[in-house]
T-cell receptor, first 113, second 112 residues
């Protein structure tokens, strides 16, 4: 079956530090990959996505590259801000016409001034 | 700004009771999925409705059921509530089940 493994948190960084959150996956076929962000008390917001191998998704300074050879989709940001404090979820959607997102357990990021 | 609204935001129920959670999805979105998010965990897929028919279910028992209506509203019904049903329930809509799922803010259900 499909599964997503994320690095465990919580992660605490100082403002302007470099961020990496690791994500690896197991899936049948050729999945699409996503990063979602959840701010306190809110639902999930799509942060970025990649639909095929070697695609790079990017948004708001965050980037992730779909690496088929290592089955990974690591999230990176060069300089984090306090407002980036949230929980980040890696997820996949597998197969044509698939309807089910499979999520990792989430990584809580806290950015301190 | 999210186009998916859920109600109520919080709810407390007693074990054995039944509950109905509601979702209003974006206009034009014919696919609605429901997810359960336990504290500290990632969301788990419950089921999906496409054009008012269920077309997929995760590893959840039949006491979790739902309806989708032509006016872009949906319901998640849970019968015979158990303590482990306490979680955040998320509704997500998309157009034809493609990549652009939009999530609501969720309903926090507590079963006591």
């Amino acid at each position: 079956g499909n599964s997503v493994t994320q690095m465990e948190g919580p992660v605490t960084l100082s403002e302007e530090a470099f961020l990496t959150i690791n994500c690896t996956y197991t899936a049948t076929g050729y999945p699409s990959l996503f990063w979602y962000v959840q701010y306190p008390g809110e639902g999930l917001q799509l942060l970025l996505k990649a639909t095929k191998a070697d695609d790079k998704g990017s948004n708001k300074g965050f980037e992730a590259t779909y690496r088929k050879e290592t089955t990974s989709f690591h999230l990176e940001k060069g300089s984090v801000q306090v407002s980036d404090s949230a929980v980040y979820f890696c997820a996949l959607l597998s197969g044509a016409g698939s309807y089910q997102l499979t999520f990792g357990k989430g990584t809580k990021l806290s950015v301190i001034p | 700004e999210t186009g998916v609204t859920q109600s109520p935001t919080h709810l407390i129920k007693t074990r054995g009771q039944q509950v109905t959670l509601r979702c209003s999805s974006q206009s034009g979105h014919n696919t609605v999925s429901w997810y359960q998010q336990a504290l500290g965990q990632g969301p788990q897929f419950i089921f999906q409705n496409y054009r008012e028919e269920e077309n997929g279910r995760g590893n959840f028992p039949p006491r979790f059921s739902g309806l989708q209506f032509p006016n872009y509203s949906s319901e998640l019904n849970v019968n015979a509530l158990e303590l482990d049903d306490s979680a955040l329930y998320l509704c997500a809509s998309s157009q034809n089940g493609d990549y652009g799922y939009t999530f609501g803010s969720g309903t926090r259900l507590t079963v006591v």
